[in-house]
């Protein structure tokens, strides 16, 4: 586990896998970035405001039969709303991300762009409005867009793998499916990322490490 | 570990009374339980959207207590109001940090809790629909609007008075699956109904006062009888194998003895011994007697089989008879010259078959004034066939047994059929 000091608060730092490069400091919510073995400071991450996730950095689970501990998150809001994308660890080295939004979980990975094909992709590299009801196909599968709209980083915390600061920006198409299966794909500038996966419950997902909240008894998702 | 504190105070800023948000993060719109301001739970500063609602009023679940409910501990955080127009009824949005949301609807002597689905349900044939393999019928021809009269506490959506959705309803007994669309988006919710007073009695209020018939006046609760009708038709089916299987691993039939002798008509009764029975293991013994050419006569047989070593005595009585003649209606016949008497089980043993024989052969006088005479010679005698068979079925027995089996399985069918064909009718009443 590398390890190495915040550069603006001198705070020890320690990164979970040497492919992820950017780290927000615990202590003074800087985000580092690092460049070979610079590590240099992009920027701050505000706080996450107090919310009642029962997810947690360090919380663990099984996705499929895949272990994965969370690791970071970004906080997101828009006009309707606001929600958590935990980035997800797994064992063999890959990430993912766990949307946390209305109550519901939303275990997503990326697609390789070649893979993703349709009328709402096309005209989201394009810059054109995306509308409920267009269609893409991601990895095989076909889905309808849900909802689109231009989103708003509140704060993030813990390991990602690019930096968030509070008030970026960018385009968030979500997708659906008449199954669990849904997805989700995002321009950043002119850089288009698709994530699918399925929707889950809590205790689909085998948690440990669940976050303790006040008054709460935690559920044995082990039953 | 340290625990993250489960609400966040924080003030109205419409009429400064102190308010707690339950479910920070999800939240997204709250409305004031003081002055129903409703506020933008998103914007830190919580901005008011909405003005306060004329007629403020309290829910009966005070927002904020817990219940454990169907396995899990929720919190009522969220009340509204909603009709379609004619009927009105509530909405409770229950959360926990770890399960989510459900709504617990209030339709007045009847609660269900709604899960909102993750996935649409199939529609395969006509108006019916699946979920989990189980298949839902089109609740009623119209769809009808919702529309919001009411709100308080907080929500994960835009809730505001006024809103409308479109409603379509899928039903099978104790649940339905509702479909609301507007505009942007279509939702599938599964309701569970619940079972009358659960959710009082786990929200700590009181019980909804019961419908003197609990069945028939609420048809949309489950099936009282579906339950017993499950548990009384796997009886059945037990009770039915069984009796397949002993019935059919009876032994096959086998023939243990064959005599053959004769009754001589208007003689004095006359005892045989017909010859000796072997049997050698207890079981249904059937004795059958017959004679061919009877005219005009009857022969009365009574068996016994005598255990030679307790002289305990197994006794049957049949009688053979065949008559004809002639009346206004023309030729007639009547009377089986075959009798076969059955002993349902006798014991191991050595028995001797023992038949006190008498036989009558009548005249053109006789009772019946039609009878023809008897066309035998005045001295012949009839000749009896006598054999004794063991094990084969009982069919008589078979048929008794099943009806009896079945006699209360089927009237817990008939109420259950009765019943759900009630709730279909009050559904497209």
């Known amino acids: 586990m590398p390890a190495a000091s915040c550069p603006q608060c001198g705070a020890d730092i320690s990164f979970r896998s040497t492919a992820l490069p950017v780290k927000v400091c615990d202590f003074c919510r800087s985000v580092i970035v690092r460049r070979g073995e610079a590590l240099e400071l992009a920027g701050s991450a505000a706080t996450v405001p107090d919310d009642v996730s029962p997810l947690q950095i360090g919380t663990r689970g099984q996705i499929d039969g895949d272990a994965f501990e969370l690791i970071g998150r970004i906080r997101w809001k828009w006009a309707g709303g606001g929600w958590n994308e935990w980035f997800m660890l797994f064992a063999g080295g890959s990430t993912g991300w766990l949307g946390d939004a209305m109550g519901r979980f939303m275990a997503l990975r990326e697609v390789a762009p070649q893979e993703v094909s349709g009328d709402a992709i096309e005209r989201l590299i394009a810059a054109q409005e995306v509308m409920p009801g267009m269609t893409a196909t991601i990895a095989g599968v076909s889905y309808a867009v849900t909802d689109a709209r231009t989103v708003t980083c509140v704060a993030s915390e813990g390991e990602l793998p690019h930096p968030a600061p509070a008030g970026m920006e960018m385009f968030s198409v979500d997708l659906g499916t008449p199954t669990p299966c849904c997805a989700s794909v995002q321009r950043e500038g002119e850089t288009v990322f698709a994530y699918a996966g399925r929707y889950c419950s809590l205790g689909d997902i085998k948690p440990a490490n669940l976050r303790a909240i006040e008054g709460w008894t935690i559920p044995d998702f082990s039953a | ?429």
């Not at chain 2, 209030?106 to 996935?119: E, H, I, K, Q």
């Not at chain 2, 379509?168 to 609301?180: D, I, N, Q």
């Not at chain 2, 249904?284 to 006569?297: F, H, K, Q, R, Y």
Request: hydrophobic content about 40%; charged content about 25%.
């Open chain 2, 1 to 429: 570990m340290t625990s993250a504190p489960a609400v966040k105070a924080l003030i109205c800023p419409n009429c400064g009374a102190p308010v707690e948000i339950r479910a920070a993060g999800y939240t997204v719109s709250f409305v004031c339980g003081h002055c129903g301001t409703t506020l933008d739970a998103i914007d830190p500063e919580l901005k008011p959207i909405a003005a306060a609602q004329k007629a403020f009023k309290k829910p009966e679940i005070a927002l904020g207590t817990r219940a454990m409910l169907r396995g899990g501990e929720w919190e009522a955080i969220g009340y509204v109001e909603r009709t379609d127009g004619e009927t009105p009824w509530a909405e409770y949005l229950l959360f926990s940090p770890y399960l989510g949301y459900r709504f617990l609807v209030d339709a007045g002597s009847r609660w269900s809790l709604g899960t909102v689905l993750d996935r649409v349900p199939e529609r395969r044939v006509g108006d019916r629909v699946w979920l989990d393999r189980k298949s839902y019928g089109r609740a009623s021809e119209e769809n009808y609007v919702a529309r919001v009269t009411f709100v308080v506490g907080e929500f994960y959506w835009r809730v505001a008075v006024g809103e409308t959705v479109r409603v379509t309803e899928f039903e099978r007994s104790g649940a339905l699956l509702s479909c609301e669309a507007n505009d942007a988006e279509r939702t599938w919710t599964r309701l569970d109904i619940l079972k009358p007073g659960e959710a009082e009695a786990a929200f700590g209020i009181p019980p909804r006062e019961e419908e003197e018939d609990d069945d028939s006046d609420d048809p949309l609760r489950p099936s009282p009888y579906a339950g017993r009708l499950w548990s009384w038709g796997a009886i059945a089916l037990f009770a039915i194998g069984f009796l397949v299987l002993s019935t059919w691993s009876a032994r096959p039939k086998q023939q243990l003895f064959f005599a053959q002798l004769s009754a001589i008509p208007d003689a004095p009764e006359k005892t045989a011994v017909l010859g000796q029975v072997t049997i050698d293991q207890t079981e249904p013994v059937t004795i059958t007697g017959s004679a061919d050419n009877l005219d005009n006569e009857w022969i009365d047989v009574d068996y016994s089989l005598v255990n030679r070593k307790t002289q305990e005595s197994y006794d049957a009585y049949a009688t053979l008879e065949h008559y004809h003649g002639t009346d206004s209606d023309g030729a007639w016949q009547e009377g089986s010259p075959v009798g076969i008497v059955k002993l349902s089980s006798v014991p191991p043993g050595q028995y001797d078959l023992v038949a006190d024989i008498s036989a009558h052969r009548w005249a053109a006088s006789g009772p019946y004034g039609n009878l023809s005479a008897s066309a035998q010679d005045a001295t012949a005698t009839l000749p009896i066939t006598v054999w004794v068979d063991r094990g084969g079925s009982f069919s008589g027995n078979f048929w008794t047994a099943l009806l009896l089996i079945l006699a209360w399985p089927s009237v817990l069918a008939y109420l259950h059929y009765a019943h759900e064909k009630r709730r279909q009718l009050a559904y497209n009443r």
